[in-house]
T-cell receptor, first 112, second 109 residues
Framework: IAGITQAPTSQILAAGRRMTLRCTQD?????MYWYRQDLGLGLRLIHY???????GKGEVPDGYSVSRANTDDFPLTLASAVPSQTSVYFC???????????FGQGTRLTVV | GQNIDQPTEMTATEGAIVQINCTYQ??????LFWYQQHAGEAPTFLSY??LDGLEEKGRFSSFLSRSKGYSYLLLKELQMKDSASYLC??????????WGAGTKLIIKP
């Protein structure tokens, strides 16, 4: 793989179910991010990690959790999905906090 | 609060020039980014401005005025493939990116 990869590409999920969105990068970037993108709104930061072993809350963290056990992986977990979490989720990474971010191809999640 | 404003939609003609404006109010400033996003795809990086002035990169240029909280993206010699959304983002004092909602650019033949 080259760059940043997300899985799955799309998913339909029953409300109340637990779901983990996977994100892996092979660029050895220190910083990683999870965003959600909804129609008419800008990308909104859910959680971020400036380096392996650390995480932080973004603008809309409620209902989501993350972990950063190593440099490459940054999974996002929905503990108990609700319909308002229907969105397109993008994982991104950057070499440092002040450089451009590279995005994965996105995960389209529908909670019914 | 923090705010990034850009027009929702613009239309231009193939071969012409278009300017997409972005105004921002953020807690601190550590650079402004422009990204391109085709429908159903991920955003891709276009340009970065941290100092006032114009940055040129081929058919695309980006301008920044920090005192006015203003930037624009200029696209020249428009091609049909330039039909996309253009996202403005500012890195704030915590080095987090604050995103505008994006400008959908429609190119007509």
């Amino acid at each position: 793989i080259a760059g940043i990869t997300q899985a799955p590409t799309s998913q339909i999920l029953a409300a109340g179910r637990r779901m983990t969105l996977r994100c892996t990068q092979d660029m050895r970037h220190n910083a990683m991010y999870w965003y959600r993108q909804d129609l008419g709104l800008g990308l909104r930061l859910i959680h971020y990690s400036n380096t392996a072993g650390t995480t932080g809350k973004g603008e809309v963290p409620d209902g989501y959790s993350v972990s950063r056990a190593n440099t490459d992986d940054f999974p996002l977990t929905l503990a108990s999905a609700v319909p308002s979490q229907t969105s397109v989720y993008f994982c991104a990474s950057s070499d440092r906090a002040n450089t451009e971010a590279f995005f994965g191809q996105g995960t389209r999640l529908t909670v019914v | 609060g923090q705010n990034i404003d850009q027009p929702t939609e613009m239309t231009a003609t193939e071969g012409a020039i278009v300017q997409i404006n972005c105004t921002y109010q953020t807690s601190g400033f550590n650079g402004l980014f422009w990204y391109q996003q085709h429908a159903g795809e991920a955003p891709t990086f276009l340009s970065y401005n941290v100092l006032d002035g114009l940055e040129e990169k081929g058919r695309f240029s980006s301008f920044l005025s920090r005192s006015k909280g203003y930037s624009y993206l200029l696209l020249k010699e428009l091609q049909m493939k330039d039909s996309a959304s253009y996202l403005c983002a500012v890195r704030d004092s915590n080095y987090q990116l604050i995103w505008g909602a994006g400008t959908k650019l429609i190119i007509k033949p």
